[in-house]
């Protein structure tokens, strides 16, 4: 009769089978169910506790609310007025002022699938988290399957022990099975009749296996160090390629010294950069969320732990930061890195600001790549890159403009632009590019030009590529077609790698003595 009855509960009870169509790995052992006695007409209804943080959703409430408010004017000082020494209270001070938005978070959708069949067999779903009360309700109603919430109030902080003593004290020892993720929640599992884990690192899963109450895993999470190369976005490093302008302009093509402090100046960018697009897109999981391309990011998917994003975001701009000093600059990336992360956290909310901070970011590459290879970038370089940059810097906001506010009918609210604006945006991006080309054609007839170069004529054919290239861009992003920074489209654009070649090849004739007429 037992046996009997384990065969039935195996057939309906824990692991129904549609869970097997979970493309998670999920794994059951029969025999396991039955030694624990959860098999039987008084047990076979216990209640399944789930846990909130890294378990029904793949993020931590409460990072999530302190980098929404963080993200916010006046974020930090709203930040220390929530500050206490009481980690319950904390939490409700977040809760209070982030006022959490449960339809954005990322949710373990194979976990939920579980549940909902569990809950279709008659079982009480209890959410049982150490988050706050205010947070754990509003995720409760958006998911719409738990019976009853146990969460923080304020005063108890719920985690690891105390809510083992909770959970016991409401429904006593071995009466209820859970479902958790990290190291806290082994002491829940120990007093736990069933034992499911979800996303938990290789240790937490040896630790509790030899529980031996492991009814069902859920192991989903993609490969952590591909996941956070993804996250750092190599393929933008391709802007700090202009760290080595200043040596092409200053024709110092065997400078091997001038060469590896430009060299370490690249590899410090690249570091910075990719520190700073962690932060950024810590501060923007909630308009990343909504939006329909950058939802699946690392940090807005839940691919990647917050906290490890926070990590290593620290980690790559100490490393680069150690590399700019080597290289003599360190006040260079130690300005970028100020500008970057001002723009953000605030700075590129406000419209208009926000191109030029833009623009000033990509000509202090150049700045900095002189300083480091000795060969200063020359007045008229960092006017030719002011204006170009600008328009670039417009190219990319204009091309945001419509798949953000039009074409997918969201609004960015980390943005203080409208669709009304574009066209006059487009105007200010077209006559920037028109200005950056004047300003070359205005040297190229300059002494400055006639002194550096052999055949300063020659230089005159980078003003009709240069404003050809400009004027292409603008009709990519007029046409839908600019999906990316416009310098990394350029990078992957076979009409604008051969523009490239072009200027350095005309450098390299100018320079050389080359005359053609």
Avoid at 88 to 111: F, G, Q
Avoid at 278 to 290: F, G, H, T, V
Avoid at 326 to 343: F, T
Avoid at 421 to 444: E, I, K, N, T, W
Wanted: aromatic share 8%.
């Amino acid at each position: 009769m037992h046996d009997q009855q384990a065969d039935q509960y195996l057939k309906g009870i824990w692991m129904h089978a549609p869970s097997r169509r979970l493309t998670g790995q999920i794994l059951v052992d029969a025999k396991l169910l039955v030694d624990a006695k959860i098999v039987g007409p008084e047990n076979a209804l216990k209640p399944l506790c789930v846990d909130l943080d890294g378990t029904l959703v793949r993020t931590d409430s409460l990072i999530e609310g302190i980098l929404s408010i963080l993200s916010r004017r006046n974020g930090i000082a709203n930040l220390v007025k929530a500050f206490t020494w009481s980690r319950a209270a904390l939490k409700r001070n977040v809760a209070v002022l982030a006022n959490c938005s449960p339809e954005l978070l990322p949710y373990n959708t194979e976990l939920i699938a579980y549940l909902r069949e569990m809950k279709s067999k008659g079982h009480r779903l209890i959410l049982a988290t150490a988050a706050d009360a205010r947070v754990a309700q509003m995720v409760a109603d958006h998911v719409g399957l738990f019976d009853d919430v146990i969460a923080c109030d304020g005063i108890n902080n719920l985690k690891g022990e105390a809510k083992a003593r909770e959970l016991v004290r409401r429904f006593g020892k071995k009466g209820f099975a859970y479902a958790g993720n990290d190291r806290d929640d082994l002491a829940v599992w120990l007093e736990a009749d069933g034992i499911i884990i979800v996303n938990a690192s290789s240790g937490v899963v040896r630790k509790t296996r030899s529980l031996g109450r492991v009814v069902a895993e859920f192991q989903d999470q993609p490969p952590k160090v591909i996941t956070a190369l993804r996250a750092m976005r190599p393929h933008q490093w391709v802007k700090n390629l202009l760290v080595f302008v200043p040596l092409l302009t200053s024709q110092s093509f065997t400078d091997w010294p001038g060469f590896l402090g430009a060299l370490l100046m690249f590899a410090s960018f690249c570091a910075a950069a990719s520190g700073i697009y962690l932060a950024n897109d810590l501060m923007d999981l909630e308009a990343d969320r909504r939006h329909p391309r950058k939802r699946n990011r690392p940090f807005a998917s839940g691919a990647l732990e917050l906290t490890f994003g926070i990590d290593l975001a620290a980690l790559l701009l100490a490393v680069s930061v150690a590399l700019a000093a080597a290289a003599g600059a360190v006040h260079m990336i130690l300005a970028y890195a100020a500008i970057s992360l001002g723009y953000s956290l605030a700075l590129k909310q406000y419209p208009v600001l926000d191109v030029f901070i833009l623009a000033a970011l990509y000509t202090l590459r150049i700045v900095a790549g002189g300083i480091a290879s000795l060969h200063p970038a020359s007045l008229w370089l960092l006017a030719f890159a002011g204006f170009l940059f600008l328009s670039l810097a417009l190219v990319k906001r204009c091309s945001e403009l419509p798949r953000d506010l039009r074409d997918s009918n969201v609004v960015n609210v980390r943005r203080g632009y409208c669709i009304g604006d574009r066209p006059l945006l487009v105007m200010f991006g077209v006559g920037s590019a028109f200005a950056s080309s004047v300003v070359l054609a205005l040297y190229v007839g300059s002494t400055t030009a006639v002194q550096q170069y052999q055949s300063p004529e020659v230089l005159w054919s980078l003003v009709p590529l240069s404003l050809f290239w400009q004027l292409r861009l603008w009709l990519s992003t007029e046409r839908g077609n600019m999906h990316d920074d416009p310098i990394v489209y350029a990078s992957r654009d076979w009409v604008s790698r051969l523009v490239a070649a072009g200027v350095v090849a005309i450098v390299l004739l100018a320079s050389w003595g080359v005359r053609f007429w």
